[in-house]
T-cell receptor, first 113, second 115 residues
Framework: GDSVTQMEGPVTLSEEAFLTINCTYT??????LFWYVQYPGEGLQLLLK?????DKGSNKGFEATYRKETTSFHLEKGSVQVSDSAVYFC????????????FGKGTKLSVKP | GAGVSQSPSNKVTEKGKDVELRCDPI?????LYWYRQSLGQGLEFLIY????????KSGLPSDRFSAERTGGSVSTLTIQRTQQEDSAVYLC?????????????FGSGTRLTVV
């Protein structure tokens, strides 16, 4: 079945460092891909999305490009801030009628001042 | 309401007891999902409701788990004879059409602890 694999954390970076969180997927058909973020004590929020190959999703300085050839959707940010500390989830929704999301296990990011 | 509301926010229960978790979706959203977030396990799909259709229960881990959605709005997830491995955060999400992730809005979850 469809699945998402993302790099395990925790990831600890200094402020202004470059961030990459790797995400690869396995899916039949043509899934839509998402990154969700969960800040401490808060619910999940959609960070960005891409619905077809070569699309780039971007939001709050984060970017991810839908790479069909490598089945990847890596999350990047050029300069992280302390406020980016959170758990990041890669997810996909496939071509089925349910629309339910399939999530990776999450990567905890801690940014130190 | 403005967002997806879940109650209670925290629940501690004794092993063997039944619990009910409530989700109040965004008004007008036809699709409602329950997920379970366990430590180190990411988010696990449990059940999906879409309008008046029969729910997709394929993610429920055992027959101790059940869910209802009354009147196409509020949903209740019931766990019978709770076990310690049921301890997790239970998340509810709703979306307007149920045809994809972009429209999802998640609640803040119910943290269930079984002692």
């Amino acid at each position: 079945g469809d699945s998402v694999t993302q790099m395990e954390g925790p990831v600890t970076l200094s402020e202004e460092a470059f961030l990459t969180i790797n995400c690869t997927y396995t899916a039949t058909g043509y899934p839509s891909l998402f990154w969700y973020v969960q800040y401490p004590g808060e619910g999940l929020q959609l960070l960005l999305k891409a619905t077809k190959a070569d699309d780039k999703g971007s939001n709050k300085g984060f970017e991810a490009t839908y790479r069909k050839e490598t089945t990847s959707f890596h999350l990047e940010k050029g300069s992280v801030q302390v406020s980016d500390s959170a758990v990041y989830f890669c997810a996909l929704t496939g071509g089925g009628s349910q629309g339910n999301l399939i999530f990776g296990k999450g990567t905890k990011l801690s940014v130190k001042p | 309401g403005a967002g997806v509301s879940q109650s209670p926010s925290n629940k501690v229960t004794e092993k063997g007891k039944d619990v009910e978790l409530r989700c109040d979706p965004i008004s007008g959203h036809t699709a409602l999902y329950w997920y379970r977030q366990s430590l180190g396990q990411g988010l696990e799909f449990l059940i999906y409701f879409q309008g008046n259709s029969a729910p997709d229960k394929s993610g429920l881990p055992s027959d101790r788990f059940s869910a209802e959605r009354t009147g196409g709005s509020v949903s209740t997830l019931t766990i019978q004879r709770t076990q310690q491995e049921d301890s997790a955060v239970y998340l509810c999400a709703s979306s307007l059409t149920g045809t994809g992730g972009p429209g999802y809005t998640f609640g803040s979850g119910t943290r269930l602890t079984v002692v």
